[in-house]
């Protein structure tokens, strides 16, 4: 994509982004936009703009502004490409792009998320889609990615997002193997907070995994990709999704399935951050279904007995016995471990 704007001006990639922007005079990562923030409307409704022109809009305010910095009344935004400098690629997907961007006007750095209409349509998931704008923009807190707006062009869909400025989470798994207890707890405290945050409005994620969490410019996690989240008031959905090795013994079976798919996920995820690979991990996908229904649990000999005794506590077959995340968050394993503010302390992880 040629963005507008010299590329130059444009702070660089991860922490470097940060510390570059200082000398340009951009605004850091968490400040507020010094005008109205772009927003949403409920998928089906209309905007001012024809889908088919250049310059779209995004639109109407269906929320209320996270800051008390931003007016009580804000006014409808139209976002256009040239509204912003584009800088370089911060990850490639599927069905487009992410570049760090600078919104020009108030010099606000975000991640811009470019998707590709005609990918969109040709996989049939642009309802997918409208339900990812729809949720992600209605959610404030500071363990989930802002959604700050959209705007569209005849080819194309932007997404304004927080800029998370340490990148990926599976990157750092990756790069350390596996993580100490401490980092996993915080982790994990904070992801339960912002799934309780989430459930109490109704939303399901449905697909917490390492490659959906961001870490955020003083390292805190932040969840990032709503794609298969549902806002299910009627809290019982049958729709197979998200990834095999965190899906629920329900979700397999096909069965009726709740907000206890999320605490399963945590389940999962908590054994990987310590361990390094999921839990029911097989050479195929029908052993790996196998191992999820018996639950075929086993665990290395460096995980402590309580990490055992929480991840035991979620990776339940029942979902009604699972360990309900406000007792995750006073599990003996949190309360040791975690970081009260969400960031890890900084030490060394564990070498596998």
């Known amino acids: 994509m040629n963005g507008s704007g010299d590329k130059g001006v444009l702070a660089t990639h991860q922490g470097n982004a940060y510390r570059s922007g200082m000398a340009t005079g951009m605004a850091k990562p968490g400040d507020t936009f010094q005008k109205p923030a772009p927003v949403m409307q409920a998928p089906g409704a209309t905007t001012s703009g024809d889908a088919g022109k250049e ?83 209605h959610l404030r807190h500071p363990n989930i990615l802002r959604l700050y707006g959209y705007f569209y062009d005849q080819n194309r869909v932007y997404l304004i997002l927080e800029y998370a400025a340490r990148g990926e989470l599976y990157k750092e798994l990756q790069k350390a193997k596996r993580f100490s207890e401490r980092r996993s707890a ?93 839990p029911f ?33 979620l990776l339940v077959k029942d979902p009604k016995a699972r360990l309900p995340l406000s007792k995750l968050l006073d599990h003996p394993w949190i309360k040791k471990n975690a970081s009260p503010n969400g960031i890890p302390q900084a030490e060394k992880d564990v070498a596998v």
């Not at 305010?61 to 009580?72: K, L, V």
């Not at 409808?76 to 760090?100: A, C, H, M, T």
């Not at 995994?209 to 809290?235: Q, Y």
């Open 186 to 278: 915080t982790y994990i405290a904070s992801l339960a907070r912002a799934l309780v945050y989430c459930h109490k409005k109704h939303v399901i994620h449905r697909d917490i995994k390492p490659e959906n969490l961001l870490i955020g410019i003083k390292g805190e996690l932040k969840i990032a990709d709503f794609g298969w989240s549902v806002h299910a008031p009627n809290s019982r959905r049958q729709t197979l999704c998200g990834t095999l090795d965190y899906l629920p013994p329900e979700m397999v079976e096909g069965r009726d399935h709740d907000s206890a798919v999320d605490v399963w996920s945590l389940g999962v995820l908590a054994y990987e951050f310590l361990c390094g690979v999921p």
């Open 55 to 137: 310059n779209a809009t995004a639109s109407r305010a269906a929320a209320a502004p996270a800051s008390t910095s931003e007016p009580e009344k804000q006014e409808e935004k139209r976002w256009q490409l040239s509204d912003f400098d584009i800088g370089k690629p911060l990850g490639r997907g599927k069905f487009g792009n992410v570049y760090l961007a600078r919104e020009k006007n108030s010099k606000y750095i975000v991640a811009l998320k470019v998707l590709f209409k005609q990918q969109l349509q040709q996989s049939h998931v642009e309802h997918q889609l409208r339900r990812e704008i729809e949720i992600q923009s």
């Open 281 to 313: 991990e097989a050479e195929g996908h029908s052993e790996t279904y196998k191992r999820i229904l018996r639950v075929d649990l086993h665990f290395p000999s460096h995980v402590s007995a309580d990490a055992r005794d929480m991840i035991s506590g």
